[in-house]
């Protein structure tokens, strides 16, 4: 469970988040490419974007449901 008490800095502000549970393994930015990015020498993603239109924000969606260690949340603000 996602938990923002953990979450990288490195997220843009708004209500999806990575936390420090990430693996790297792309799964979200194949998903949401315009909204998540890899930080490869840390090893693992972040939010780069907040959804801005309701096709981001059901792909945003889909990563976070699609997170095999449920590493992205969506605190709702």
Not at 40 to 67: I, L, N, R, S, Y
């Amino acid at each position: 469970m996602p938990d923002k008490a953990h979450k990288y800095a490195q997220n843009s502000d708004g209500k999806f988040y990575v936390d420090n549970q990430c693996i790297s393994c792309d799964a979200c930015c194949t998903s949401a490419p315009s909204n998540f990015k890899m930080n490869d020498g840390e090893g693992h993603a972040f939010v780069a974007k907040q959804p801005q239109t309701p096709e981001e924000e059901t792909q945003c969606k889909e990563a976070m449901e699609g997170c095999p260690v449920e590493a992205i949340g969506n605190d709702g603000t």
